[in-house]
Structures are given as C-alpha cells and as structure tokens.
C-alpha cells in the first residue's frame, strides 16, 4: 500500500455533491482527490431503474461553474443523461477523481485524517464524505414478517416490470422512486397499487 503526501482534503464519491465540492476546492486551489469506489455516478448507473426521470427540469439540472446550454430547458433527464454530465464535468474540469478507490477505514491521526483504500493511504486536514444519504436501501419493520410470501425488491434493485414474476404489484412508498415505478409497471400493463 503507497502513502500520499498531506493534501487538504479528500472527498468520498464522485457523484452531484461530490464533484460539485471538488470544483470548489479546486477554485480556491486546494491540493485535494475524489475517491470513488465504482465510476464516476456509480449510484446513478447501479441504483435506478431503466425509466428514471429527474423530478427537477434539465434547466436547473447543472453543476457548480456551468450553466445550462441543452436543447430542452424544460424536459427531465434520465439517468443515463446524468451520468454523461457529471462524467463530462469531471472531464472538462479536471477534477482529481481516483475511480475504483473504495474507502476502507477512516480515521483521526494526530490532527490529520487517514483516509484509507486497498491500494493507497492518504492522508488529509479535512474530508467531506458525499457518499449519499439514500444509497442503501431502507425497509420497513414489518417486511421481515412477509418471509416466504411475495417477492420484495427495494427500489435500487428494480429494473423494469419484466423482471418481476407475473401478478399484481403492490409498491410501497408515494415519492419520487414510488411514483415513477407505479407508473412504469402501469405502462407495461402491470396491475399495480401505490
């Protein structure tokens, strides 16, 4: 395992929030590195179904430093779209992103953080975790007393409707994941209740 020199900061994941923290402290010419542990948007390739829409229109669908210059101001970007743009942000703004550094321990170090991955240390005066809040799926108390009863799919494994055995289905929860996915079992004909 190499070690780094000091740097400023380290940032943990390369999504909206990371990349955004990394362009500002790039802009105040801070020595810093992103660590990601897939790709550039990785929850956004792996945790949304194939019909994911933004619920916020492409005009304000935009990272630090740019401004909107798409053909539809007021559609809404899918997730293959999002992925493009924080790929192509991290690209035109050079940002130090290290791909495929999964984070393996944390810790406080005579006034320093290590941030540790298997293939480097680093260590650093400060780091923003911007890993997300919803990237792990959260079920409910009571799903653990349906065992051997209907197939339960969180909504960062679900796909499309075709990967679900036939018959009714039942989704839990009216938010953005909710609706969206009530409504693509709705458009393939599925019998559904939200």
């Known amino acids: 395992m190499d070690e780094a020199g000091v740097v400023d900061a380290v940032v943990v994941g390369a999504g909206w929030a990371g990349l955004g923290v990394s362009y500002a402290l790039a802009q105040a010419d801070m020595r810093h590195c992103v660590l990601e542990r897939g790709r550039v948007g990785e929850t956004w390739r792996t945790q949304r179904w194939d019909s994911f829409h933004f619920n916020l229109p492409n005009m304000y669908s935009v990272m630090p430093g740019d401004s909107y210059d798409g053909a539809d101001p007021e559609g809404f970007m899918t997730h293959t779209g999002f992925v493009t743009l924080l790929e192509d942000y ?74 679900l055995p036939a018959g009714a289905v039942l989704v839990v929860g009216s938010a953005q994941s909710g609706c969206q996915i009530a409504e693509d079992l709705i458009l393939a004909g599925r019998e559904t209740y939200l």
């Open 90 to 163: 991290a690209r035109r703004r050079r940002l130090p992103v290290r791909t495929g550094a999964s984070v393996t321990k944390l810790e406080a170090s005579n006034g320093l953080f290590r941030v540790v991955t298997p293939e480097q240390t680093w260590l650093a005066k400060n780091v923003v975790v911007a890993s997300g809040s919803l990237n792990r799926p959260r079920r409910p108390p009571s799903a653990s007393a349906l065992r051997g009863g209907p197939v339960q799919l969180d909504a960062s494994d679900y796909r499309n409707a075709g990967d």
